[in-house]
T-cell receptor, first 118, second 116 residues
Framework: GNSVTQMEGPVTLSEEAFLTINCTYT??????LFWYVQYPGEGLQLLLK?????DKGSNKGFEATYRKETTSFHLEKGSVQVSDSAVYFC?????????????????FGKGTKLSVIP | DTAVSQTPKYLVTQMGNDKSIKCEQN?????MYWYKQDSKKFLKIMFS???????INETVPNRFSPKSPDKAHLNLHINSLELGDSAVYFC???????????????FGQGTRLTVV
């Protein structure tokens, strides 16, 4: 079955530091990969995605590259801000999950809590 | 406009009670989901549903049942609530299609359920 492994937190960084959150996956077929972010007290929001190998997703200064050879989708940001403090989830969705009902279920990693201090 | 809305945002109830959480999406999506997030932030799919089929995670107790009056709504009904049901429950939706796995899921803001 599909699975996602991401680095455990919490991660605490000073403002303007470089961020990397590692994510690796196991999946059948050719999955799409996502990073979701959950700010305190809120639901999950899509941060970025990549749908095929070597694609780079980017948004709000965050980037992640779909590396099929290493089955990885690491999240990076060059200079974090206090407002980036949140929980980050790596996720995948595979066409092989199709059950005939259009239910492409997202498989999530366990989340990484990021705290950025001034 | 809120894309995926769920109510209530907070729900405190006693053990043994029956409760429902409502979810509505105005995105025209074909598929809706319920996820449970535990105290460690781990997300687990409970159900996915569209107008064709309900997919149930086999680990979900049968005290939990989704009810969909129409395509835009998927409510979660819970019977005989237990302490271990305390968690945050998220509704989500996504668009069906041949390459639906490429599309994102949109999440509601969550319902924090506390069973006392």
């Amino acid at each position: 079955g599909n699975s996602v492994t991401q680095m455990e937190g919490p991660v605490t960084l000073s403002e303007e530091a470089f961020l990397t959150i590692n994510c690796t996956y196991t999946a059948t077929g050719y999955p799409s990969l996502f990073w979701y972010v959950q700010y305190p007290g809120e639901g999950l929001q899509l941060l970025l995605k990549a749908t095929k190998a070597d694609d780079k997703g980017s948004n709000k200064g965050f980037e992640a590259t779909y590396r099929k050879e290493t089955t990885s989708f690491h999240l990076e940001k060059g200079s974090v801000q206090v407002s980036d403090s949140a929980v980050y989830f790596c996720a995948l969705s595979s066409g092989q999950d199709y059950s005939g009902a259009g239910s492409y279920q997202l498989t999530f990693g366990k989340g990484t809590k990021l705290s950025v201090i001034p | 406009d809120t894309a995926v809305s769920q109510t209530p945002k907070y729900l405190v109830t006693q053990m043994g009670n029956d409760k429902s959480i409502k979810c509505e999406q105005n995105l025209g999506h074909d598929t809706m989901y319920w996820y449970k997030q535990d105290s460690k932030k781990f997300l687990k799919i409970m159900f996915s549903y569209n107008n064709k089929e309900l997919i149930i995670n086999e680990t979900v107790p049968n005290r939990f049942s989704p009810k969909s009056p129409d395509k835009a709504h998927l409510n979660l009904h819970i019977n005989s609530l237990e302490l271990g049901d305390s968690a945050v429950y998220f509704c989500a939706s996504s668009q069906d299609g041949l390459e639906g796995w490429n599309t994102e899921a949109f999440f509601g803001q969550g319902t924090r359920l506390t069973v006392v």
